[in-house]
């Protein structure tokens, strides 16, 4: 089962609220959740003052996912900010590529968002999954991306974007974030999260898998990342 529009996410959501168990890719939580609201089985309420307040702080994004649906969005950013597209094969090789793209991030990151991009083309994933074997390629980007997102939040970063389902769990458990409260949807399946807990004091991120959101999807999330 799939959908097209919202509205078949909110048809899938009444079937499912039927079934103890049930499977999909995140957009099915928005379905569900407005079938439980309608069930009366929850209740739907806005964060408080203190959880809706601003963050503020610097911006950047990450991305590591491959989709055309990210390349695409990254297409998109490059009109509105500063993009720098890695090398894979070079955060494969060592941690030489990462530290440049932080240098880079440093002399940017005080005039407005900035964007720093893995993701590359079906050829040239294929091409250095065969190099290095496809799980230890993945793993090396993955860690990479982790270490820019732990330098970004260190330089001051508070609102972070991050593009890519693995890439956005290697950022996660590498920040220490235990826990999130779920604010404004930027696209199905893909709220602003707030950071609870977190080693690094308050932030807002917003995570989502490659093929998520439209083309605009970078300056949506900043939009409503305050």
């Known amino acids: 089962i799939d959908a097209v529009f919202d509205a078949d996410l909110t048809a899938i959501g009444a079937a499912a609220l039927k079934s103890k168990v049930s499977v999909g890719a995140s957009g099915i ?35 590591g996912s491959c989709s055309q649906a990210t390349l695409q969005q990254i297409a998109q950013a490059e009109t509105i900010m500063p993009v720098l597209h890695l090398d894979a094969a070079a955060l494969v090789a060592g941690p030489d590529e990462a530290q440049r793209a932080m240098v880079w991030a440093g002399e940017r990151i005080g005039r407005g968002p900035v964007l720093i991009a893995s993701s590359a083309t079906p050829d040239q994933v294929s091409a250095l999954q065969a190099r290095h074997g496809r799980e230890a390629a993945g793993h090396a980007i993955e860690q990479a991306m982790a270490d820019l997102a ?77």
């Open 150 to 226: 732990e330098g970004l939040i260190g330089a001051g970063v508070r609102r972070l974007i991050v593009a890519g389902g693995e890439t956005s769990g290697a950022v996660v458990d590498r920040l220490r974030i235990p826990g999130f409260l779920v604010g404004p949807e930027i696209a199905a399946g893909v709220p602003v999260l707030r950071a609870i807990g977190a080693e690094a004091g308050d932030m807002l991120l917003a995570l989502k898998s490659g093929n998520f959101g439209g083309p605009q999807f970078f300056a949506e999330a900043l939009g409503l990342m305050r």
């Open 29 to 63: 939580g928005l379905g569900l959740a407005r079938a439980l609201v309608a069930a009366g089985q929850a209740h739907s309420h806005g964060l408080t003052h203190h959880e809706d307040a601003p963050v503020g702080g610097m911006a950047a994004c990450l991305a």
